[in-house]
């Protein structure tokens, strides 16, 4: 069986120091907010290249915090639009919503998967009473949004950018990192993300030093000082051993996504067969494939293939959030390119501790389908 993610191998690296880290946690009891947390803040900052890192307990509350942050800065009101691509997973849309916010879904191009300016393009100028207010880009998948074509319209119309970094972790290219490319990111460490906690937990990175202070209130019962709150806030902190394990995956961030990119390379380079659509990638770090994607006519058909042969595979995501039961208001909308691409796509096994021989195997396995 050739698993789709092996967390065991994949955390089992840094079993001795994540021993060595729980147990000086167990002695020194600092489990809320101790210096694991602000330690790592200053580490991802730096990562990142913002000034400032905001833990969270997770990444749908990191992107509804930088929203209910903006409200409390009078940068966005109550009913305001938000642009969110169709096809992301569903955290991107519920946090718009838990903001009171209205998401606006837009269709992404068809070969990167993401938000492109055309598409906004359309959109906003749709848009003649101009309640749009903001946009979210997810760099799904792991690849940057299209930068240059968004950072125009944010421009021309005076749009606050937020970025869904949460499958993103390490992405770059000239016009800069994940994370550092908006007004404010959202990161995720759900243990499967590039950069993943042995359990939920999140973060916010900006350079913006009033939406900082305001998360910072918000994610602590809108308090600084204990007992004194100034904000309707919420409780969602980093957890301090979590923190403890991200500096010590943090440092093999870097290694990995080369690894992933690798993988990729293979695979791109490897795989003839003329039934699978292989994702586009233009070659650089602009990509951290946190998911291989692959597009297939006959979807069900190669699920059976892959189970006869033991290849693990998830689908990234298999319904759309507009035809979530959860989002009945949104069912009449006709995106046909999202509901494409969720009808056909399948990502193929893809971690940084996937061997060769592995590899070599999935690639030959798929030029007999
Ligand atoms: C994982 C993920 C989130 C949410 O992160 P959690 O930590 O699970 O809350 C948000 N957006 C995208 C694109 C994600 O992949």
């Keep these: 069986m050739i698993k789709f993610l092996d967390l065991h191998k994949i955390n089992n690296r840094f079993r001795d120091e994540f021993?060595?880290?729980f147990s000086k946690c167990l002695e020194d009891t600092h489990f809320i907010l101790g210096?694991?947390?602000?330690?790592?803040?200053?580490e991802f900052a730096q990562y990142c290249g913002t000034t400032?890192?905001?833990?969270?307990?997770?990444?749908?509350d990191a992107l509804t915090l930088i929203l209910k942050g903006y409200i409390e800065l009078g940068k966005l009101k109550k009913g305001d639009k938000v642009i969110v691509p169709a096809n992301t997973f569903i955290a991107t849309v519920l946090s718009v919503l838990h903001a009171e916010l209205q998401p606006v879904f837009v269709e992404p191009n068809p070969h990167t998967y993401n938000l492109d300016g055309k598409h906004l393009e359309t959109t906003i100028n749709e848009d003649t009473d101009n309640t749009i207010k903001a946009i979210i880009m997810v760099h799904l998948y792991g690849q940057l949004a299209d930068l240059e074509g968004i950072n125009k319209l944010v421009k021309r119309h005076q749009l606050l950018l937020i970025e869904d970094a949460a499958q993103a972790h390490g992405a770059f290219s000239e016009l800069g990192k994940a994370g550092a490319i908006s007004n404010a990111a959202a990161f995720s460490f759900y243990p499967s993300k590039n950069l993943g906690a042995l359990g939920d937990g999140g973060a916010i990175?900006?350079?913006?030093?009033?939406?900082?202070?305001t998360v910072k209130l918000l994610r602590n019962y809108g308090s600084h000082k204990k007992y004194k709150n100034e904000l309707i806030g919420h409780n969602s902190r980093l957890d301090d051993l979590q923190a403890a394990f991200l500096r010590i995956k943090l440092k093999a961030l870097e290694a990995d996504n080369t690894k992933r990119r690798?993988?990729?390379k293979a695979y791109i380079n490897?795989?003839?067969?003329?039934k699978l659509k292989l994702p586009f990638y233009d070659g650089s770090e602009n990509h951290v494939f946190y998911a291989f994607v692959v597009e297939v006519e006959d979807r069900e058909d190669f699920i059976g293939f892959l189970n006869k042969n033991e290849i693990q595979w998830l689908i990234?995501?298999?319904?759309?959030?507009?035809?979530?039961?959860?989002?009945?208001?949104f069912c009449h909308l006709k995106l046909p390119v999202t509901e494409q691409i969720h009808k056909r796509i399948l990502s193929l096994p893809m971690s940084?501790?996937?061997t060769t021989a592995e590899l070599k195997t999935v690639i030959s396995i798929l030029n007999t389908y």
């Design 19 to 21: 021993e060595a880290a």
């Design 35 to 42: 210096e694991n947390v602000a330690k790592f803040e200053v």
């Design 52 to 60: 400032y890192c905001i833990g969270t307990a997770n990444g749908l």
């Design 205 to 213: 990175t900006t350079n913006d030093k009033r939406l900082q202070e």
């Design 262 to 264: 690798a993988i990729a």
């Design 270 to 274: 490897g795989i003839n067969n003329p």
């Design 316 to 329: 990234h995501y298999p319904i759309p959030p507009h035809q979530q039961k959860a989002l009945s208001q």
């Design 352 to 354: 940084p501790v996937m």
